[in-house]
Every structure is written in C-alpha cells, then in structure tokens.
C-alpha cells in the first residue's frame, strides 16, 4: 500500500497556453454541435441517427477539457463560502449515475449527517467528479464499486470526503506520476482530471490524498476545513 499527498506546481505554462487556445477552439465546436444535432434531428439515415448521439457526447467531452483549462488558468477565479456537502456530492454522484451505468458500475453514497466546509462550491463539485470519474474508469468488471463519504475529523475542525473504489489501483510508479499534466494510463484520457482536482482543492486550503493498492483499489482523500456554523 503507498501513500501520497500531491501537490507540484508545475503548471503555469500549461495554464497560459490553455488561455490562449481554449477560446479559439471552442468556436467551431459549437459550430460542429449546432450542425450535427440538426442533421440528427432531419435524418433518415440509420447510422447517422446512431451514431450522433456519441458524436455529440465527444464534443461536449472536448469542450469539458477546454473548460478545466481555463478553470487552471483562472485560479484566483474563487468564491469561497460555506458549502453543504451533502448537496455537492449528492448532486456530483447523480451526475455521473448514467456514465455508472454505463460503464457497468455502482455508486454507493453513505453520508449521514450534515457537514459544511469552506469552499469554493463550483470548484469542489468539480474536483468531485473528477476523481468519481477515475474511481468508475478504475473498474472494471460487474462487480465495481465507487462509494462515497465523508466525517468530520475528531475536533471537528475539518471534513473528509473518501471516494473509494475497488478498481485496479495504481502501482508505486503511477502514484508517483498521478497529477503531472498529460499523465494518463487510459487510451482516451487526458491526463489533466488529477492536475486540475490538485490544483483545485490546494487553492482551496485543502488537501489531497491517494491511498492505492494495485488489484486491490483506491481511496482518495480529500481533507478540507470545517466552516464555522458547520459545528454543531
Ligand atoms: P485521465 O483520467 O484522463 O487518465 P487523470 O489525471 O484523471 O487523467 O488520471 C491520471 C491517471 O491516474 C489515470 O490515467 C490512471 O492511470 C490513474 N488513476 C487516477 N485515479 C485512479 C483510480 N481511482 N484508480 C486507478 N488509477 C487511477
Ligand atoms: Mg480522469
């Protein structure tokens, strides 16, 4: 079992080129969206009926990665206030529900009880699906699981947030790798949902851990301050 908080800040570069490229290219994509969702709906033909569905899904897909690049490159882009967690992982669970689904795996929420944290709620959801989406590409056979939870910690000063999978875990040398930009071990991924969800949580005053077993699974950690009116 290995053990890591992530935090590198190697991404400055990468977050001034994404500012200047993204906006450029989500204008054709909103063009090519526009075109095939009227050619699905007007069709007769079989395949394209078919297939625009997925076409459509790749796009939006391409425009969510635009979307995280400009979320790094505007990281004072923060609005901190008191969140209530169950809204924010209830609502980041049922989101991913039908990418679950597809994908064969069941997503288990154990939330008892009411905690606020500090943060920034856009952002947090964020990092939330993120690391969710992982746990679901992480498994997979008919028996995977991402559960979710969270507690406060004995002084109740701060609130974990655990998203467990039981997926094919990382070994000592992905761990090690996991949050580099571009680091991805998926014939489709981007290797840009760790670096994001990092950098997200650490402007957040939070932290971050991954606690992985090869074969075994995953349990990422997120560990953030407990608002004020959160004690009770
Ligand atoms: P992507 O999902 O596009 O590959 P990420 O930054 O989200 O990019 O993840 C980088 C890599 O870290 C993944 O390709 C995978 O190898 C590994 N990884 C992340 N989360 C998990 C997990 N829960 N279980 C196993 N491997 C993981
Ligand atoms: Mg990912």
């Not at 014939?187 to 851990?209: A, P, V, W």
């Not at 077993?213 to 009770?232: D, F, W």
């Given at each position: 079992?290995?053990?890591?908080?992530v935090?590198?800040?190697?991404?400055?570069?990468?977050?001034?080129?994404?500012?200047?490229?993204?906006?450029?290219?989500?204008?054709?994509?909103?063009?090519?969206?526009?075109?095939?969702q009227?050619?699905?709906?007007?069709?007769?033909?079989?395949?394209?009926?078919?297939?625009?569905?997925?076409?459509?899904?790749?796009?939006?897909?391409?425009?969510?990665?635009?979307?995280?690049?400009?979320?790094?490159?505007?990281?004072?882009?923060?609005?901190?206030?008191?969140?209530?967690?169950?809204?924010?992982?209830?609502?980041?669970?049922?989101?991913?529900?039908?990418?679950?689904?597809?994908?064969?795996?069941?997503?288990?929420?154990?939330?008892?009880?009411?905690?606020?944290?500090?943060?920034?709620?856009?952002?947090?959801?964020?990092?939330?699906?993120?690391?969710?989406?992982?746990?679901i590409?992480?498994?997979?056979?008919?028996?995977?699981?991402?559960?979710?939870?969270?507690?406060?910690?004995?002084?109740k000063?701060?609130?974990?947030?655990?998203?467990?999978?039981n997926?094919?875990?990382?070994?000592?040398?992905?761990?090690?790798?996991?949050?580099?930009?571009?680091?991805?071990t998926?014939?489709?991924?981007?290797?840009?949902?760790?670096?994001?969800?990092?950098?997200?949580?650490?402007?957040?005053?939070?932290?971050?851990?991954?606690?992985s077993?090869?074969?075994?699974?995953?349990?990422?950690?997120?560990?953030?301050?407990?608002?004020?009116?959160?004690?009770?």
């Open positions: 079992q290995f053990n890591e908080t935090y590198s800040d190697k991404l400055s570069t990468v977050s001034q080129m994404a500012a200047s490229i993204a906006h450029e290219i989500r204008n054709p994509i909103t063009t090519v969206r526009g075109f095939i009227f050619l699905e709906k007007d069709t007769m033909d079989d395949k394209l009926k078919q297939y625009a569905p997925l076409i459509l899904q790749e796009l939006d897909r391409t425009n969510m990665i635009i979307t995280n690049y400009l979320r790094l490159s505007k990281p004072n882009d923060f609005k901190m206030k008191e969140i209530n967690l169950n809204k924010i992982l209830v609502d980041s669970i049922d989101l991913l529900k039908p990418y679950g689904t597809y994908q064969n795996v069941s997503l288990f929420y154990n939330g008892s009880g009411t905690h606020y944290v500090l943060g920034d709620e856009d952002h947090l959801k964020q990092s939330i699906i993120n690391v969710i989406k992982n746990g590409e992480a498994v997979s056979d008919g028996s995977g699981y991402v559960k979710v939870s969270k507690r406060s910690t004995e002084d000063r701060k609130v974990i947030i655990e998203i467990e999978d997926g094919k875990g990382m070994t000592r040398d992905e761990l090690s790798k996991l949050g580099l930009p571009y680091f991805t998926k014939s489709k991924g981007t290797g840009l949902g760790s670096m994001i969800t990092n950098r997200l949580i650490f402007e957040m005053d939070g932290s971050i851990e991954y606690v077993t090869p074969n075994k699974g995953t349990i990422v950690r997120i560990t953030l301050a407990s608002s004020v009116l959160g004690i009770h």
